[in-house]
T-cell receptor
């Protein structure tokens, strides 16, 4: 089974803190994604990566950055957390020739 | 504007009953449509993926239909179980080089005794 693992399930951070959300997939997938999910808004794409060291902005990249130093790992970074970044963050991965996207279990971030 | 609209927003049904969830989209050009199930506090899990040429696809008690002409899809759940309680998300992938996914906001299904 494909496994996408998000290392932190629940985090509480203070405004202005730097936050790292880590994601690891075990299927050698080229494509990896970070979404945030808020009630009534559906999933919104923050950033995605189609290869190591490659990244592309999604729909809502402001306030976020990403890092993909290894194929299996995709990190989301909040340089200076703000309360409006309180949300559920979902990591996902997909193989190059595959349709199915596999999601992690999500990371609930609260910024106080 | 490329959009995906789902209805109803929420639904409560008795265990054992059938239900149908709707998805209308305006995404163009169309590549494929996916239905995901998301349990509370968990990540979405794929149920079905349908391309332009597929009208119906089943996965156990879940049957998805697609009418690419009217840009509508439905997810039918047969003989519902308590474990079907979840949000069901319709996702449409745009064709072409952009290849973007557009997510619906989901239908929240609750199955009760």
């Amino acid at each position: 089974d494909v496994k996408v693992t998000q290392s932190s399930r629940y985090l509480v951070k203070r405004t202005g803190e730097k936050v790292f959300l880590e994601c690891v997939q075990d299927m050698d997938h080229e494509n990896m994604f970070w979404y945030r999910q808020d009630p009534g808004l559906g999933l919104r794409l923050i950033y995605f990566s189609y290869d190591v060291k490659m990244k592309e902005k999604g729909d809502i990249p402001e306030g976020y950055s990403v890092s993909r130093e290894k194929k299996e790992r995709f990190s989301l970074i909040l340089e200076s957390a703000s309360t409006n970044q309180t949300s559920m963050y979902l990591c996902a991965s997909r193989g190059q020739s595959r349709h199915t996207i596999y999601f992690g279990e999500g990371s609930w971030l609260t910024v106080v | 504007k490329n959009q995906v609209e789902q209805s109803p927003q929420s639904l409560i049904i008795l265990e054992g009953k059938n239900c149908t969830l709707q998805c209308n989209y305006t995404v163009s050009p169309f590549s494929n449509l996916r239905w995901y199930k998301q349990d509370t506090g968990r990540g979405p899990v794929s149920l079905t993926i349908m391309t332009f040429s597929e009208n119906t696809k089943s996965n156990g008690r879940y049957t998805a239909t697609l009418d690419a002409d009217t840009k509508q899809s439905s997810l039918h759940i047969t003989a519902s179980q308590l474990s079907d309680s979840a949000s069901y998300i319709c996702v449409v992938r745009r064709g072409g080089t952009a290849s973007k996914l557009t997510f619906g906001t989901g239908t929240r299904l609750q199955v009760t005794l």
